[in-house]
């Protein structure tokens, strides 16, 4: 065994140097420097080092030692030409997580950055750890790069998660599936090596015990491995509450998240025997000696949601999943020139795209979507919604099949179900965005309403054309937008970004008292009370009863009941101007 154990972890160090190239790659010049830069910051305590805070932050990560290249960021950034003295080892190590180092990558690429760190810190101490983490974020941030830290004890998977949803916290929506994943993308930056991998994936379900053994016989130590804990056993309410937290992240990166659901969505049909990505990766590195797609995180979810929507007869699902997939992958294959982010994901993504059959028009479809407009965005946010709801709603008859209802912290629901809601439910009055980070920019030069009065062939209300009234530019061109409400089809035009300062507004009225003047002016005061950028909704205002941030209230946009007042003497008394029931004719000025 131990032989055997010896060339797993050769073979290991072996993939993770592959998996350090790649992600290095991909990266640009800022993000390479953060990268190589990162274990210095966090295991040195030195006031001339960037993040530096007074008071005992925990600092020093195991069995880290600079390379050339750090050691010379450390000296110029200290002035000395030793390095400083390391009193304690507190971080067990520092790893990324995610689509770093996978196919997925790409310059634009987030760092998640997990820190693996002993239990035992006091919460004041960790609080220093996480101040400091926020200066490295901001430092990154600066030079165009996003770092994502992320605090985790070493017993964290063996503990009840008492961890309550954020921004970038899932709560007790996910627990093991977060380790899962974890294992299945990790790459290690400096510290301990994951025991994990290196432990014979055919007795799975006998992981603690191993790892203990090892440990106990001194076969291994504490100070080199860091053991996370197995993954062979995971509660059927952790595919929910993962579907969940997706769904709330997806509003944010709807690609990803198809495929990430489409893969609780495949874990959940396979329960309660389900194969999961981390045990496969981890049989193939046990079996094989060289580094194969079968180890790209990005990849192995495309081929468990290909395999699952293959096996249901979904094509129209597994055709969006493969646009998503490539889509994030982002490698404009229709373009010449030098790949983006290597020879090797280009030679992937072109084998696979000849393998699906798609053809130059639609290559050249998706490459361009900077410079997609709202039809396009329109129908590629029908899909998505369309695509998540699908998930969602097996997910949901899957929770009833398994009586999920305790296991997840009914606030963490809340939260997440009323996110979901306001972003998705469709209500009388409301204006949906349909731009979730699908294009970067959906202005138009030219916004034209035209009004259909009752009596024609359309149905009768407003239509909205993203050109002039020119009969050239607008003879048998198709609306954006119909509502019967000039004002919400104002409203749905500025509030997704149609609507700027710099458009040109035109109108064609035929039954209602409203110039272009005052289409103008509606549109100016509509931006002026309602920003289309909003802050993040915190958890507290997702638990409490809605209420209004900002409040417009518009009189007589369309309709004037004064229109008709022209040349006329007006009779009425100045003690009892009622606006709705004015004059003597006790009219409604409303």
């Known amino acids: 065994m131990f032989k055997q154990f010896e060339l797993l972890v050769a073979r290991s160090d072996a993939i993770n140097q592959i998996k350090m190239e790649r992600a290095l790659e991909a990266m640009n010049e800022a993000g390479r420097r953060m990268l190589s830069m990162l274990p210095v910051l966090l295991h040195y305590h030195h006031p001339h080092l960037p993040g530096y805070i007074s008071g005992e932050v925990p600092y020093g990560i195991a069995n880290f030692q600079p390379d050339t290249s750090q050691r010379k960021i ?5 002035g000395h030409t030793a390095e400083p003295d390391v009193s304690e080892y507190c971080l067990s190590g520092v790893y990324t997580m995610g689509s770093t180092s ?14 693996c760190h002993n239990p035992a810190l006091s919460d004041e101490r960790l609080a220093l750890l996480e101040q400091k983490c926020q200066l490295i974020s901001r430092l990154a941030e600066q030079h165009g790069v996003e770092m994502n830290f992320f605090l985790i004890p070493e017993n964290k998977f063996r503990i009840s998660n008492r961890a309550q949803v954020g921004l970038d916290n899932c709560g007790s929506a996910q627990h093991l599936l977060l380790l899962e994943e974890f294992y299945r993308s990790a790459m290690r930056v400096a510290g301990k090596r994951l025991l994990w991998p290196v432990t014979p994936v055919e007795r799975e379900d006998e992981y603690d015990a191993i790892a203990a053994a090892l440990f106990s016989t001194g076969m291994i130590s504490d100070n080199d491995w860091l053991d996370l804990g197995g993954v062979s056993r995971i509660p059927a309410e952790e595919y929910f509450g993962s579907a969940l937290w997706l769904l709330y992240k997806g509003l944010d990166s709807p690609y990803k998240a198809v495929l990430k659901i489409l893969v609780m969505e495949a874990y959940s049909a396979e329960f309660p025997h389900t194969e999961l990505l981390a045990v496969q990766a981890k049989r193939w590195f046990q079996q094989n000696d060289d580094f ?15 395999h699952y929507l293959k096996g249901i007869g979904d094509t129209k699902r597994l055709d969006l999943a493969r646009r998503c997939f490539y889509l994030k992958v982002c490698d404009d294959l229709s373009r010449d020139g030098e790949p983006p982010h290597g020879q090797w994901r280009r030679d992937v993504i072109t084998s696979l795209v000849n393998e699906w059959g798609w053809d130059s028009r639609q290559l050249r479809h998706l490459d361009r979507r900077t410079e997609w407009k709202v039809a396009e965005v329109k129908q ?13 709603s097996q997910l949901i008859q899957f929770a009833r099949r398994n009586n999920i209802s305790e296991s997840i912290n009914p606030e963490d629901i809340g939260v997440l179900s009323r996110k979901l809601y306001a972003a998705f439910e469709a209500l009388p009055g409301k204006v949906q965005r349909i731009n979730l980070k699908i294009a970067p920019d959906l202005h138009e030069a030219d916004l034209t309403f035209i009004q259909v009065p009752p009596g024609h062939i359309n149905r009768p209300g407003w239509y909205l054309y993203k050109h002039s009234l020119r009969p050239v530019d607008i003879i048998g061109r198709a609306p954006l937008e119909y509502n019967s409400y000039v004002s919400k089809l104002v409203a749905w035009a500025y ?4 609507l700027t300062s710099k458009s040109r507004l035109h109108l064609k009225a035929r039954g209602a008292d409203l110039d272009l003047l005052n289409l103008q002016q509606f549109a100016l005061d509509l931006a002026t009370i309602f920003p289309v950028q909003l802050p993040p909704v915190g958890n507290l205002a997702l638990s409490r009863p809605c209420e209004i941030r900002h409040l417009g209230i518009f009189l007589n946009l369309e309709l004037d009941p004064t229109s008709h007042w022209e040349d006329r003497e007006l009779a009425f ?13 006790q009219e409604c000025l409303v």
Do not use: P
């Open 74 to 78: 450390l000296f110029t950034q200290t």
């Open 495 to 498: 509030f997704n970004g149609l």
């Open 292 to 306: 194969g797609l079968s180890l790209d995180a990005y990849y192995l979810m495309l081929e468990k949601v290909t």
């Open 573 to 585: 008394d100045v003690d009892n101007s009622d606006v709705l029931a004015f004059g003597r004719e």
């Open 102 to 115: 996978s196919i997925g990558q790409s310059e634009a690429s987030d760092l998640d950055i997990w820190i």
């Open 380 to 392: 590629a946010y029908a899909e998505l919604v369309d695509a998540l709801m699908q998930s969602y």
